[in-house]
């Protein structure tokens, strides 16, 4: 385990609500699944700012992968999973087979997203590096961390693009709210 991803480890542990889903979500036994995007990235930006954890998270990506991508097999997953929380956690756990979304993508953001293999491989494709880290708690308390892109930019506070993708449409909506919320991002590559 390098250094950054030990620093995530015991950030994340810090989390009281990030590891509340990640128990509930592990207790579901969902194939190949990671919680990811802002529940992540964003708890290490609040301990790094010295904010309180949970700061401007507004919800819980939980990915995993399943090759039923039908929408009836993954609204039952979506409906398993709520069933484990209690409110106010239980609104703000989004699941999503990433299997699946490759079906949706193209029609609401105008971007091609072909199918992925595994969940994982969906980190790869978001908008920014700082954006593409997943964690998963296993079965023996271990946590594994995916980041295609490594940890640097997440620990820096860094958003720039991702390389291997256009720009998103949104991309100044996304960075203008999140700079509101941590005024100490930098901002490069655009």
């Not at 509930?24 to 301990?47: C, K, M, P, T």
């Not at 819980?60 to 992968?65: I, T």
């Not at 296993?138 to 291997?164: C, H, K, S, Y």
């Amino acid at each position: 385990m390098s250094g950054l991803e030990a620093r995530l480890e015991a950030i994340v542990r810090a989390d009281p609500d990030l590891m509340t889903v990640l128990e509930g979500v592990r207790a579901e036994g969902l194939n190949d699944w990671l919680i990811f995007s802002g529940a992540v990235y964003q708890s290490v930006w609040n301990h790094l700012t010295g904010r309180p954890p949970g700061h401007g998270v507004k919800d819980f990506d939980v990915g995993y992968f399943d090759e039923d991508y039908s929408w009836d097999a993954e609204d039952a997953v979506i409906r398993q999973v709520a069933a484990r929380f209690e409110e106010p956690l239980r609104s703000r756990v989004e699941v999503r087979n990433q299997r699946r979304v490759s079906e949706w993508f193209p029609q609401k953001f105008g971007q091609d997203w072909p199918p992925v293999a595994e969940t994982a491989e969906a980190l790869e494709r978001f908008v920014a590096p700082a954006f593409a880290v997943g964690v998963r708690l296993e079965a023996d308390d271990r946590l594994t961390v995916a980041a295609p892109f490594g940890l640097d930019d997440v620990f820096a506070m860094v958003i720039r693009p991702n390389p291997t993708r256009p720009i998103a449409a949104d991309w100044d909506r996304v960075v203008e709210k999140l700079v509101a919320r941590w005024p100490e991002l930098r901002i490069e590559g655009v």
